[in-house]
């Protein structure tokens, strides 16, 4: 068994507060990405996972084994945590082969030189590295490099894998490459990982489930189909999704409508249920909806007059090619759309639009949480 708990994890600076009452249990096997801006503490958590950082507060656990208790006097040391680390710049040894860059974690731990040999060529063939194994890194490329990194990460066969953003120092089209091997050597392999990026994309692609962190806080743990579909607050709406989810303050009206001052759009009855249910009849709230479910009218299958349609006038548009990005308002109130590229909007010109209100989302204005 070798999941990994973190049970009221905290990290302190001095001041400053960089990981906050952290609770995350990551399952055996899973693919756990730690998704956040820049400076939220990820990477401070993953350190301390590593045992590269002491927690200030908190337990953590590696399978059933406590490795980390400030308050018990516990701290296991990185090299008997049995996990293996690939960070964004992976430190080859220059003067040695592809051959004994993977062979060294084994070297250093005495196994057998037939075992070595054995292990170091099941791992080259399962990157694609076994024609490469005579060269020196500098006669690598940097996707080939990151594979020797990798390899010697998963020569060992360690219980979990921890991965700071591997991928960030390649170039794009090769970042999409490795992502997909990535993936598909976790499973292969059905090692723990836990993999550190602030890149959306790579979090929704790769991860199993994702767990959104900002500022030090956990703010939702789900699969990458439960924190889009259903993001707990406006934080982790924003945060996922491209371009981001539309935010539109709006009125819940005793009708059943989100009233924008300019426009009124008609809630669906389980909607309108929950927010009478939960008191939000009245009262003013942050209407979400992402701009690929707003739709050009002339391509929308349901459109109701007075009820999820309203009338926009188009001020930008950004032609990504295989679709159109929409600046979209209506007097005051902004939104984005994204249109097919079949779409025939123009700039300057009003064009009909439709809101998929099965799509809606409603937050709580003070807090940023959820209603539905
Ligand atoms: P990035 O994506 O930029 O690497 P991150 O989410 O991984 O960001 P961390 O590296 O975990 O962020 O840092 C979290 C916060 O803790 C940051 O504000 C950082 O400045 C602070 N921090 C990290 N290490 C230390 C340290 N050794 N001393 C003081 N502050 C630190």
Redesign the pocket.
């Known amino acids: 068994m070798a999941e990994v708990r973190l049970i009221n994890v905290w990290k302190q600076?001095g001041d400053?507060t960089?990981v906050k009452n952290m609770n995350l249990h990551i399952k055996d096997g899973e693919f756990m990405i730690l998704l956040?801006p820049?400076?939220?503490?990820?990477?401070?958590t993953l350190r301390m996972i590593a045992g590269l950082e002491e927690p200030t507060k908190g337990q953590i656990y590696i399978g059933d084994t406590l490795v980390a208790d400030p308050e018990k006097g516990v701290f296991v040391p990185p090299k008997d945590r049995d996990i293996a680390m690939v960070f964004q710049s992976y430190a080859l040894y220059p003067h040695m082969t592809v051959y004994d860059n993977i062979a060294f974690p084994l070297k250093l731990r005495k196994v057998p030189k037939d075992e070595i040999d054995r292990r170091v060529r099941e791992v080259a063939e399962m990157l694609g590295l076994t024609e490469l194994l005579n060269r020196k890194p500098r006669e690598l490329s940097g996707g080939q490099r990151q594979r020797v990194a990798l390899g010697r990460a998963i020569v060992r066969k360690p219980r979990v894998f921890l991965m700071d953003e591997p991928l960030s120092n390649l170039d794009a089209k090769l970042r999409v490459k490795m992502r997909a091997e990535l993936k598909k050597l976790q499973r292969q392999l059905g090692v723990t990982t836990i993999y550190?990026t602030?890149d959306q994309v790579e979090a929704m692609t790769m991860g199993d489930r994702i767990a959104v962190i900002n500022a030090g806080e956990l703010q939702q743990v789900g699969t990458p189909e439960e924190v889009y579909d259903k993001p707990a607050n406006t934080f982790v709406a924003g945060f996922i999704g491209s371009p981001p989810m539309n935010f539109m303050d709006a009125t819940v009206t005793e009708d059943g409508f989100a009233d924008f001052g300019e426009f009124r759009l008609k809630f669906l009855p389980d909607q309108f249920e929950v927010l009478e249910e939960k008191n939000y009849v009245g009262k003013d709230v942050i209407f979400g909806i992402r701009p690929e479910d707003i739709y050009d009218a002339l391509f929308a299958q349901v459109k109701i007059p007075g009820e999820n349609m309203a009338r926009a006038m188009v001020d930008i548009i950004e032609n990504l090619g295989g679709e159109k990005i929409v600046h979209l308002r209506v007097e005051d109130v902004t939104f984005v759309g994204k249109f097919p590229a079949e779409s025939r909007v123009q700039e300057g010109q009003e064009v009909d639009v439709v809101f998929d209100m099965r799509k809606a989302h409603v937050f709580d204005k003070a807090t940023g949480k959820a209603v539905f």
Request: net charge positive.
């Open positions: 600076f400053f960089a956040g820049s400076g939220c503490g990820k990477t401070t550190v602030h």
